[in-house]
Every structure is written in C-alpha cells, then in structure tokens.
Nanobody, 129 residues
Framework: QVQLVESGGGLVQAGGSLRLSCAASGRTISSYAMGWFRQAPGKEREFVAA???????????YYTDSVKGRFTISRDNAKNTAYLQMNNLKSEDTAVYYC???????????????????WGQGTQITVSS
C-alpha cells in the first residue's frame, strides 16, 4: 500500500497560482497513474487531472474540462512525487484537493474515484475573489 502526502495548499487571490505536491512512500509509483481530485463543501469528489507514464520520457495527461489550459499535472518518478501546477485560479476552484494513485498499472484516463486505490489526506485550496 502506498502512502500519499499532499502539500502546497493555501489561500490565494483569484488569478493567482499555487503548486501542489504529492509525495509517495511505501512503493514506487512510476508504474501507476497519479491523479488529483477535489471536493467542495456539499459536493461530490470530482476528477481534476491524472498522469500516467508510458516509459522513457512519454507521459499521458488527462484533465477535466474546467481546468484545461490553467492546470498542469506532472510527475517526477525519481522523487516518487506528483505535482499539480494551478494557474489563473478561480473562486470555483476552492475545494479540498486530494492526490490519489491508480489501483492498477493499466490506466486509460478514467476519472472515476473508484479506479484509484490510495489517497492522501487532502489539502485545502481557497481562492478569494
């Protein structure tokens, strides 16, 4: 079982930027897709982005429509860490953000939380308008 710890959350003004990190321990995550989800008060947890590694320098990134062009997901397999760079933040981005590792090595872009088996504790992002 992999343990995930997020960091980098906080309060930011609309239009600002934040970078989240997700440090993994317990096993190597390079063979597994890593995802970011978020959950706003009173809402269900929703998919934000995911990244899988195709070997070498090949990565596949997936985004929900509302963050395309603003958020960038990346990973550093050598550091066993995933990142989420968030630019041009909007008030509707306010939520608790969770890092997750896919259950299986084969990943084809699923946005379902049930396809991710390990979760971090979450980090709060608050965007003030």
């Amino acid at each position: 079982q992999v343990q995930l710890v997020e960091s980098g959350g906080g309060l930011v003004q609309a239009g600002g930027s934040l970078r989240l990190s997700c440090a993994a321990s317990g096993r190597t995550i390079s063979s597994y897709a890593m995802g970011w989800f978020r959950q706003a008060p009173g809402k269900e947890r929703e998919f934000v982005a995911a990244i899988s590694w195709g070997g070498g320098s090949t990565y596949y990134a997936y985004y929900t429509d509302s963050v395309k062009g603003r958020f960038t997901i990346s990973r550093d397999n050598a550091k066993n860490t995933a990142y989420l760079q968030m630019n041009n933040l909007k008030s509707e981005d306010t939520a608790v953000y969770y890092c997750a590792a896919a259950r299986r090595q084969l990943y084809s872009g699923s946005s379902a939380p049930s396809d991710f088996g390990s979760w971090g504790q979450g980090t709060q992002i608050t965007v003030s308008s």
